[in-house]
């Protein structure tokens, strides 16, 4: 056994393939950037917060269907995507919701859709792992 696969060398490379949330997070942290950058160049051109978090989760979905099925998730199963989409739609509506409530509180709508970041992550991993994904099994480690 060499020090690249048992771990010696490389302890996070282990660690994340056994951590589904590592993972998850890793690519969480890919797709919120996607989807951020998304946000703001909607809002940039369209100076309009609900119809650019509308667009910026279209273009969102099939990245993020790539990054969380397929490296987080390790399921790459389109026959899910329905699922992932009913998951965006909820967190859609978490979303709009959010901006909606933080905007009337005079907080800028950039700044309103960065704070709602970490509670939506929250929120997408639990959907995700209990209802798109449910079942989908760790890869698994050589030791």
Do not use: W
Request: net charge positive; charged share 10%; glycine share 8%.
């Amino acid at each position: 056994m060499s020090a690249d696969t048992d771990g010696r060398f490389f302890p996070l490379t282990t660690l994340l393939r056994r951590s589904r949330p590592l993972r998850f997070l890793l690519a969480g942290g890919l797709n919120t950037l996607f989807g951020y950058a998304a946000f703001y160049a909607a809002f940039a051109l369209t100076g309009q917060p609900a119809l650019s978090v509308v667009i910026s989760n279209i273009f969102a979905i099939f990245f993020n269907f790539a990054t969380i099925g397929g490296y987080a998730f390790g399921v790459r199963d389109t026959r899910r995507l329905l699922r992932f989409i009913v998951v965006y739609a909820s967190l859609l509506v978490a979303n709009v919701t959010g901006l909606h409530l933080l905007t009337s509180d005079q907080i800028s709508a950039p700044l309103a859709q960065a704070m709602l970041i970490p509670p939506l992550v929250a929120l997408s991993y639990f959907l995700s792992r209990g209802f798109v994904f449910a079942g989908a099994m760790l890869p698994k480690v050589r030791s």
